[in-house]
T-cell receptor, first 115, second 112 residues
Framework: DTGVSQDPRHKITKRGQNVTFRCDPI?????LYWYRQTLGQGPEFLTY????????KSRLLSDRFSAERPKGSFSTLEIQRTEQGDSAMYLC?????????????FGPGTRLTVL | GNSVTQMEGPVTLSEEAFLTINCTYT??????LFWYVQYPGEGLQLLLK?????DKGSNKGFEATYRKETTSFHLEKGSVQVSDSAVYFC???????????FGKGNQVVVIP
């Protein structure tokens, strides 16, 4: 399967701990996106990479959140000093440039529970 | 800013019934419109899209028409199956903007 993959699928942590999620996009895609989805809501945009450059960040991405894409391939999203309000599904998506740029392909998500 | 509004509440209907899910939008630019579907335990999948006014997106028996005059992109299917049970999200993206703006989603439950 060559779709977007995310790891782990589930993460339970205690408040105040740091967590890191990984996303592997579709191999030929140079654009990568992170979204957050809380229960009963649609996904909300967090940040966007084109290759290794982080070009856009939502105001939802507080200073406890950091995302990287060091070699323009996989990406990590780290949350420091987690809070209960961080509990959500974290979705990664990727897309290619050019004609297909509109279509974002989503991974299965990482469900974070902060106790 | 950009926003998407979907009708409130889950939708429960019998197999072979007609399905409509309403979606209206507000956009600062000229958006492309999408319907995504999320099956239980799976990631979001693009169901269909339309990139300009009066375009009709279609896939798997689902259709939606981009109505600029009413700023709407309602999803329809003439005869639903149990396998169509999922959560459906309407979304938009404006030109030059990298983020998708999603509605809250509608859970559809099809009863045999």
């Amino acid at each position: 399967d060559t779709g977007v993959s995310q790891d782990p699928r589930h993460k339970i942590t205690k408040r105040g701990q740091n967590v890191t999620f990984r996303c592997d996009p579709i191999s030929e895609h140079n654009r990568l996106y992170w979204y957050r989805q809380t229960l009963g809501q649609g996904p909300e945009f967090l940040t966007y990479f084109q290759n290794e450059a982080q070009l856009e960040k939502s105001r939802l991405l507080s200073d406890r959140f950091s995302a990287e894409r060091p070699k323009g391939s996989f990406s990590t999203l780290e949350i420091q000093r987690t809070e209960q309000g961080d509990s959500a599904m974290y979705l990664c998506a990727s897309s290619s440039p050019g004609q297909g740029a509109n279509e974002q392909f989503f991974g299965p998500g990482t469900r974070l529970t902060v106790l | 800013g950009n926003s998407v509004t979907q009708m409130e509440g889950p939708v429960t209907l019998s197999e072979e019934a007609f399905l409509t899910i309403n979606c209206t939008y507000t956009a600062t630019g000229y958006p492309s419109l999408f319907w995504y579907v999320q099956y239980p335990g799976e990631g979001l999948q693009l169901l269909l899209k339309a990139t300009k006014a009066d375009d009709k997106g279609s896939n798997k028996g689902f259709e939606a028409t981009y109505r600029k005059e009413t700023t709407s992109f309602h999803l329809e299917k003439g005869s639903v199956q149990v396998s169509d049970s999922a959560v459906y999200f309407c979304a938009l993206r404006t030109y030059g903007n990298n983020r998708l703006a999603f509605g809250k989603g509608n859970q559809v439950v099809v009863i045999p």
